[in-house]
């Protein structure tokens, strides 16, 4: 199941790589145009049109959200199994380099059981607030790129709620233990989680990018639970997804 993911990820990237290559960077902010100029940066705007400074204006930074399905798994004592993912983001830039985002994460898990472990079904939900670092911006004057390579790293909440499969094939909630729980709702448990990740996005046109993301997910605790088994090994649970994001930036004012 894992390669099934990671070849569906390389046709994925392979589809994202012809699709860049059939743009052309006149999809960049044209350098003209006094719309996407901050107030404050008239003057300088001004001057590098009559060639007075040699440097055009940074434009305005716009909010971005974005919407993206994709694939997830987690580690722990059990078999590693695929689920669906998705995911629903807000980012506004601080500067060339570094973004703030806040948004929220699901996932649908399921795995098979090792050695005297059972299958089982997660369902997972994550708020979290991330910074973004973008990798190939570091310049304030090469215009706006149409490609953006970044990496992440942020805090959030997690809750989530497991199933396991008993030997008459139904399934029933269960949380062998369940330590390091901040809050139980119903068969839920909350835990505060670290997310650190890498991307890629390619800008379609003035509004829109097509981005893949690597999104991974780490309890701050030990939680090892999350597959609805503990065999004793104390192996710590992770949840991974991988996104394909379609980006909006909202017009600039």
Same mark, same amino acid.
């Given at each position: 199941?894992?390669?099934?993911?990671?070849t569906l990820?390389?046709?994925?990237l392979?589809?994202?790589?012809?699709?860049?290559?059939?743009?052309?960077? #006149?999809?960049?902010?044209?350098w003209?145009?006094?719309?996407?100029?901050?107030?404050?940066?008239? =003057?300088?705007?001004?001057?590098?049109?009559?060639?007075?400074?040699?440097?055009p204006?940074?434009?305005r930074?716009a909010w971005?959200?974005?919407a993206?399905?994709?694939?997830?798994?987690?580690? @722990?004592?059990?078999?590693?199994? &695929? @689920?669906i993912?998705? #995911?629903?983001?807000?980012?506004?830039?601080?500067?060339?380099? %570094?973004? +703030?985002r806040i948004?929220?994460?699901?996932?649908?898990t +399921?795995?098979?059981?090792?050695?005297? =472990?059972?299958?089982?079904?997660n369902? /997972?939900?994550?708020?979290?607030?991330?910074? %973004?670092? #973008?990798?190939?911006?570091? /310049?304030?004057?090469?215009?706006?790129p149409?490609?953006?390579?970044?990496?992440?790293?942020?805090?959030?909440?997690?809750?989530?709620g497991?199933?396991?499969?008993?030997?008459?094939g139904k399934? +029933?909630?269960?949380?062998?233990?369940a330590k390091?729980?901040?809050?139980?709702?119903?068969?839920?448990?909350?835990?505060?989680?670290?997310?650190?990740?890498?991307?890629?996005?390619?800008?379609i046109?003035?509004?829109?990018?097509?981005?893949?993301?690597?999104?991974?997910? /780490?309890? %701050?605790?030990?939680?090892n639970?999350?597959?609805?088994?503990?065999?004793?090994?104390?192996?710590?649970?992770f949840?991974?997804a991988?996104y394909?994001? &379609?980006? +909006?930036?909202?017009?600039?004012?």
């Open positions: 199941m894992v390669n099934k993911k990671y990820l390389a046709v994925l392979l589809t994202l790589g012809v699709a860049s290559y059939a743009q052309t960077s #006149s999809f960049a902010w044209d003209k145009d006094s719309s996407v100029v901050p107030e404050n940066s008239i =003057g300088q705007y001004q001057e590098f049109l009559q060639n007075k400074n040699p440097f204006t940074k434009p930074n971005e959200i974005s993206a399905p994709g694939l997830s798994t987690i580690t @722990g004592d059990s078999k590693l199994g &695929l @689920g993912a998705g #995911s629903i983001t807000a980012r506004k830039a601080l500067g060339n380099v %570094v973004s +703030y948004g929220w994460f699901g996932a649908a +399921y795995g098979k059981g090792s050695t005297g =472990g059972k299958d089982f079904k369902y /997972s939900h994550n708020l979290s607030a991330e910074i %973004v670092a #973008s990798l190939n911006t570091f /310049s304030n004057y090469r215009g706006d149409t490609s953006n390579i970044y990496v992440f790293a942020g805090v959030g909440y997690t809750l989530s497991t199933q396991v499969k008993n030997a008459a399934y +029933y909630y269960t949380y062998p233990e390091y729980t901040i809050a139980k709702l119903d068969h839920q448990r909350l835990f505060t989680t670290f997310s650190f990740g890498l991307g890629y996005a390619y800008k046109n003035k509004n829109f990018n097509l981005g893949i993301e690597e999104r991974f997910l /780490s309890p %701050v605790q030990k939680v639970y999350v597959t609805g088994q503990d065999l004793g090994t104390g192996t710590k649970n949840f991974y991988t394909i994001k &379609l980006n +909006y930036n909202l017009m600039r004012k």
